[in-house]
């Protein structure tokens, strides 16, 4: 079957740097994304790792350890407006579809 | 240019009526998705659409859901008798066929059943 665990919930203060983990077990693994979700708002593309290592996109970055089934999404010098959920999602191609599982989201709340 | 499209952005029904969600992708995106998010909650894949293809049912909860697309563009998500559990957003997503591309994502329609 397909899981992906990350913390429910998490907080940290502006100007810090927060990582924000995720694992998962897929059968058909085939790239992993992660997503940003302001309250009452739809899901926002941030990253989009396939292959192992680290992606870095100006202050968010992502890494991806295919054989240990774990991602992070490291954001830095955190501002009040990131404080939104994130999504882990895992592209699975399994039954000859390609879909996108999504994990239950991080909510991560900023503070001054 | 225009990005995905929902309609209506909010319904409320009584239970036991059929609903009717509209989803208008983005003009040439041949991979459309729909999810259902209820309040607090990550999103819950439903059904899946490439080009062509016979769609992947696989998401829908029960035998009261379903969905059409009509001349590889535009998506309807159909709920027969709807039940109280049904309330959630309904979130339609597209995308290009390659498994790189990143999904787009709607406004979504927000549903409620009394």
């Known amino acids: 079957g397909q899981n992906i665990d990350q913390p429910t919930e998490m907080t940290a203060t502006e100007g810090a740097i927060v990582q924000i983990n995720c694992t998962y077990q897929t059968s058909g693994f085939n790239g992993l994304f992660w997503y940003q979700q302001h309250a009452g708002e739809a899901p926002t593309f941030l990253s989009y790792?396939?292959?192992?290592g680290l992606e870095e996109k100006g202050r968010f970055s992502s890494f991806l350890s295919r054989s240990k089934g774990y991602s992070y999404l490291l954001l830095k010098e955190l501002q009040m407006k990131d404080s939104a959920s994130y999504l882990c999602a895992v592209r699975d191609f399994s039954g000859g579809y390609n879909k996108l599982i999504f994990g239950a989201g991080t909510r991560l709340a900023v503070h001054p | 240019g225009a990005g995905v499209s929902q309609s209506p952005s909010n319904k409320v029904t009584e239970k036991g009526k059929d609903v009717e969600l509209r989803c208008d992708p983005i003009?040439?995106?041949?991979?459309l998705y729909w999810y259902r998010q209820s309040l607090g909650q990550g999103l819950e894949f439903l059904i899946y659409?490439?080009?062509?293809?016979?769609?992947?049912k696989s998401g829908l909860p029960s035998d009261r859901f379903s969905a059409e697309r009509t001349g590889g563009s535009v998506s309807t998500l159909t709920i027969q008798r709807t039940q109280q559990e049904d309330s959630a957003v309904y979130l339609c997503a597209s995308s290009q066929p390659k498994s790189s591309y990143e999904q787009y994502f709607g406004p979504g329609t927000r549903l409620t059943v009394t």
């Open positions: 659409f490439q080009g062509n293809s016979a769609p992947d």
């Open positions: 003009s040439g995106h041949t991979a």
């Open positions: 790792n396939v292959l192992d």
